[in-house]
């Protein structure tokens, strides 16, 4: 059974920065395509970043260029950095995972088996 926590959420000031990380157990899920959702209060959880595991990365518009996903095998976390914060950031932010062969941010959340319960991002003007 995979296990996922999230960590490192809070509260930041617009343009301040803050990096998520994502621990799984048991096992490595190097196999795995891993992904950062988010969701906001009334709105549809949606992908922002997905790492394959291929080593392919993928981000959603509204991120490219501030967010970024990374991983550590030996550590067994997944990261997502995140930069020049902006108050439609503010979501409760998760990391999923699951065993495609094909990973791409465009993957709904309904496909993906393993969730971790999250953990909320507030950005402040």
């Known amino acids: 059974q995979v296990r996922l926590q999230e960590s490192g959420g809070g509260s930041v000031q617009t343009g301040g920065s803050m990096k998520l990380s994502c621990t799984h157990s048991?096992?490595?899920?190097?196999?795995?395509?891993m992904a950062w959702f988010r969701q906001a209060p009334g709105k549809e959880r949606e992908a922002v970043a997905t790492l394959g595991k291929d080593g392919y990365i993928m981000y959603a518009d509204s991120v490219k260029g501030r967010f970024t996903i990374s991983k550590d095998n030996g550590k067994r976390t997944l990261y997502l950095q995140m930069k020049n914060l902006k108050p439609e950031d503010t979501a409760m932010y998760f990391c999923?995972?699951?065993?495609?062969?094909?990973?791409?941010?465009?993957?709904?959340?309904?496909?993906?088996?393993?969730w971790g319960r999250g953990t909320q991002v507030s950005v402040s003007s």
């Open positions: 048991p096992t490595t899920l190097s196999n795995f395509c």
């Open positions: 999923a995972a699951d065993n495609f062969l094909v990973c791409r941010v465009s993957r709904p959340q309904r496909e993906y088996d393993y």
